[in-house]
Structure formats: structure tokens, C-alpha cells
């Protein structure tokens, strides 16, 4: 019985909602933002959307970088590597015949 109300309780947590701090912003940037809102959106929730946006973004990216690094170990570790001047040759060459393939 405790084992659920400890589960109850952790679920209003989740639910409850917070406030992020108050900004201050030039008047400017305010008219900007204001001038970009879509019908029936507020200024609160582009701010919100905003952040969900860059917190995805910044989530990606240490992803990215957290694969990029956990790569290099690997190919450190197993000395399997692929000069990179092949790749940029290798890119070089699809660039070309996707600009010639444009052309025709």
C-alpha cells in the first residue's frame, strides 16, 4: 500500500507545473516576437515552444557529439580508420555528379 502511494505521489509531481524565471528583454525583441505569433498563439507559449526547441537541439547535439567521440575511441582502439582525405574525395565526387545530374 505504501509502494502505491509513493507512486501516486511521484505522478503529481510530474503533473504539477513550474514557471521558468522572468525575462527581460529589449522593447525591440518583444515587438519582434509579437510581430511572429501565429493566430491564437501567445507570446508565453512561443517562449515555451522556443526552449522545448533548443533543449531538443542541444539534446541532439550531445548525442551527436557523444557518438562522434565514442567512434573515435572505437577506431583508436581497433586502429580501423579512414583517411579523410578519401572522404572529402569521396564527397567531392557526389557533389560533382549531383551538380551534373542538375544540369541535364
Known sequence: ???????????????????????????ELR??????LKD???LSGLVE???????????AQQEFIARGLASRD???RTGDYIDADLVIAGLAEKLAAAKAGKRK
Open 74 to 76: 572505437e577506431a583508436r
Open 31 to 36: 515587438l519582434q516576437a509579437e510581430s511572429v
Open 1 to 27: 500500500m505504501r509502494y502505491i502511494a509513493l507512486q501516486m505521489q511521484r505522478k503529481e509531481a510530474l503533473v504539477k507545473t513550474a514557471s521558468l524565471p522572468s525575462l527581460r528583454v529589449d522593447p
Open 49 to 59: 515552444q522556443s526552449v522545448r526547441d533548443i533543449i531538443r537541439r542541444r539534446k
Open 40 to 42: 491564437g498563439e501567445s
